[in-house]
């Protein structure tokens, strides 16, 4: 089982630009979550998908968008970026069980973001 | 007030020492309490999972959830240079609109030193 894995490791862009990062979940699992996590804090929730719709969104403006796709990997979209939106985003997956509960949240090893 | 409070520290122990690490936090609607371990630059790793108070024990870590006093702590006996990372606390509601979605605390950086 390889785990949650994301791509790419590193990306830097410059302010106004678009960025795109990508989520595999783990094996068996079916929500993915996103997460911001700035240098120094905690992560920050971004958004929630599963049945391909975003199911939660935390306090991030629009310019973040994302998808999941029917084999349950996601996407994270970022447009306009900003120089605050240099961060480490991290993807995680989780299992949504009977009676909607969840299972634990495994992380992926993130995607550095430097906006330049 | 954040809905979780953590300490950053940063705590630097000798080898073998007993760490203690703690959160408090505000919404009573929290009954899943985590904490990860992370490595700098790295995801977090899930260290323990547990659903509403008491105790659980995993090898030389113990987690201990207070939710009258709305305060977890994660305990670590035998401490080992590699446990030195950020450890996170995190929680989560079992219903409603946030059904799913993790708090964190910001993060205490502990380093063990030999």
């Known amino acids: 089982d390889a785990g949650v894995t994301q791509s790419p490791t590193h990306l830097i862009k410059t302010r106004g630009q678009q960025v795109t990062l990508r989520c595999s979940p783990k094996?068996?699992?079916?929500?993915v979550s996103w997460y911001q996590q700035a240098l120094g804090q905690g992560p920050q929730f971004i958004f929630q998908?599963?049945?391909?719709?975003?199911?939660q969104r935390g306090n991030f403006p629009d310019r973040f968008s994302g998808h999941q796709f029917p084999n349950y990997s996601s996407e994270l979209n970022v447009n306009a970026l900003l120089l605050g939106d240099s961060a480490l985003y991290l993807c995680?997956?989780?299992?949504?069980?009977?009676?909607?509960?969840?299972?634990?949240?495994?992380f992926g090893p993130g995607t550095r973001l430097t906006v330049l | 007030q954040k809905e979780v409070e953590q300490d950053p520290g940063p705590l630097s122990v000798p080898e073998g020492a007993i760490v203690s690490l703690n959160c408090t936090y505000s919404?009573?609607?929290?009954?899943?309490f985590m904490w990860y371990r992370q490595y700098s630059r790295k995801g977090p790793e899930l260290l323990m999972y547990?659903?509403?108070?008491g105790n659980k024990e995993d090898g030389r870590f113990t987690a201990q959830v207070d939710k009258s006093s709305k305060y977890i702590s994660l305990f670590i006996r035998d401490s080992q240079p590699s446990d030195s990372a950020t450890y996170l606390c995190?929680?989560?509601?079992?219903?409603?609109?946030?059904?799913?979605?993790?708090?964190f605390g910001r993060g205490t950086q502990l380093t063990v030193w030999p």
């Open positions: 995680a997956s989780s299992a949504r069980l009977a009676g909607g509960r969840y299972n634990e949240q495994f």
């Open positions: 547990t659903y509403s108070s």
């Open positions: 995190a929680m989560s509601a079992v219903r409603g609109s946030t059904l799913g979605r993790l708090y």
């Open positions: 094996s068996g699992h079916d929500t």
């Open positions: 919404n009573s609607a929290f009954q899943y």
């Open positions: 998908y599963y049945e391909e719709e975003e199911r």
